[in-house]
């Protein structure tokens, strides 16, 4: 019996994603999964020193992770025309950006390098996900970019919004998702073990798809107090067919995001990129 651990997000998109693994719906032969949670910055700091056999990242972070890890070709979360939000207490004029004091939710995820793309001059502060928009509420910080649920909740609790990075991204670039995070392997699994690991993955994601109630009454344990309507718009809106698979437009996609921030000086380098 061969463990593989799996990390990612206490969330009800992951949750959902999970479900049939989880709850042993998928025959996994001699591999045994086990789940393990925590926030994506922490994943990603994780990842650095290969923890966990699979890991969901931010797909910035996989920049620095491509030697010692392969991207699945499924799980992935893409704002397809949405994606983290910046919000402030009130509306704010274009020409104040650069005196604002802005949260993002961990260095290396992919909120934070979109919104370097959008204006690099921002003068950032790092904070847990979910201390994001207490510290705009109380007035730490000028204003935060919100993921996870945050992005369906903000306007009903009295922000504004400066920009949604989703669809600023998808302007730019004609219509093209936002990558923000993906499942990675460790390589030093071996190619065998590694594709029987992303198909059962892959498998689990469809089961969810054509299990859409059960896996979404369980994916409602993980979703931090959104009620049932807005935790299955959550789960539409980050897993959905370009999570079962990338596909051309994802693919091409990840190499435009991971381009243009090269272009931009904001990473070293564009990773490899599996799609295993």
């Not at 510290?135 to 649920?149: K, P, T």
């Not at 499942?183 to 198909?199: K, P, Q, Y």
């Not at 309507?229 to 999570?243: C, E, H, I, P, S």
């Given at each position: 019996m061969t463990l593989i651990r799996v990390a990612h997000s206490p969330d009800s998109d992951d949750a959902f994603m999970f479900y049939a693994l989880a709850n042993n719906l998928i025959d996994t032969g001699d591999l045994r999964f086990e789940h393990v949670l925590?926030?994506?910055e922490t994943l990603n700091r994780e990842a650095f020193d290969g923890t966990y056999?699979?890991?969901?990242?931010?797909?910035?972070a996989y920049v620095h992770l491509d030697e010692r890890y392969a991207l699945l070709g499924s799980g992935a979360s893409m704002g397809d025309g949405y994606g983290p939000v910046l919000v402030a207490r009130e509306e704010v004029p274009h020409g104040e950006l650069g005196s604002l004091k802005v949260a993002i939710p961990g260095e290396l995820t992919s909120a934070a390098l979109a919104l370097k793309m959008w204006n690099p001059e921002l003068d950032t502060v790092v904070l847990p996900f979910d201390a994001?928009?207490?510290a705009v509420s109380s007035g730490e910080v000028d204003a935060g970019v919100v993921i996870h649920e945050g992005q369906l909740t903000w306007e009903e609790e009295g922000f504004h919004a400066i920009v949604d990075l989703g669809v600023w991204w998808a302007e730019e670039?004609?219509?093209?998702?936002?990558?923000l995070g993906g499942n990675v392997i460790r390589r030093d699994l071996g190619s065998e073990t590694m594709a029987r690991v992303a198909e059962l993955l892959r498998r689990s994601i469809v089961y969810s798809l054509e299990h859409r109630d059960a896996a979404l009454?369980?994916?409602l344990d993980y979703g931090r107090g959104l009620d049932r309507t807005k935790a299955d718009r959550f789960v539409g809106m980050y897993v959905n067919q370009l999570t079962v698979d990338y596909g051309e437009r994802g693919r091409r996609a990840l190499s435009e995001?991971?381009?243009?921030?090269?272009?931009?000086?904001?990473?070293?380098?564009?990773?490899?990129?599996?799609?295993l």
């Amino acid at each position: 019996m061969t463990l593989i651990r799996v990390a990612h997000s206490p969330d009800s998109d992951d949750a959902f994603m999970f479900y049939a693994l989880a709850n042993n719906l998928i025959d996994t032969g001699d591999l045994r999964f086990e789940h393990v949670l925590s926030d994506i910055e922490t994943l990603n700091r994780e990842a650095f020193d290969g923890t966990y056999e699979v890991t969901a990242v931010s797909i910035h972070a996989y920049v620095h992770l491509d030697e010692r890890y392969a991207l699945l070709g499924s799980g992935a979360s893409m704002g397809d025309g949405y994606g983290p939000v910046l919000v402030a207490r009130e509306e704010v004029p274009h020409g104040e950006l650069g005196s604002l004091k802005v949260a993002i939710p961990g260095e290396l995820t992919s909120a934070a390098l979109a919104l370097k793309m959008w204006n690099p001059e921002l003068d950032t502060v790092v904070l847990p996900f979910d201390a994001v928009m207490p510290a705009v509420s109380s007035g730490e910080v000028d204003a935060g970019v919100v993921i996870h649920e945050g992005q369906l909740t903000w306007e009903e609790e009295g922000f504004h919004a400066i920009v949604d990075l989703g669809v600023w991204w998808a302007e730019e670039t004609g219509g093209l998702p936002l990558p923000l995070g993906g499942n990675v392997i460790r390589r030093d699994l071996g190619s065998e073990t590694m594709a029987r690991v992303a198909e059962l993955l892959r498998r689990s994601i469809v089961y969810s798809l054509e299990h859409r109630d059960a896996a979404l009454d369980y994916a409602l344990d993980y979703g931090r107090g959104l009620d049932r309507t807005k935790a299955d718009r959550f789960v539409g809106m980050y897993v959905n067919q370009l999570t079962v698979d990338y596909g051309e437009r994802g693919r091409r996609a990840l190499s435009e995001f991971l381009g243009r921030a090269h272009s931009a000086g904001l990473i070293p380098k564009v990773p490899r990129l599996d799609f295993l």
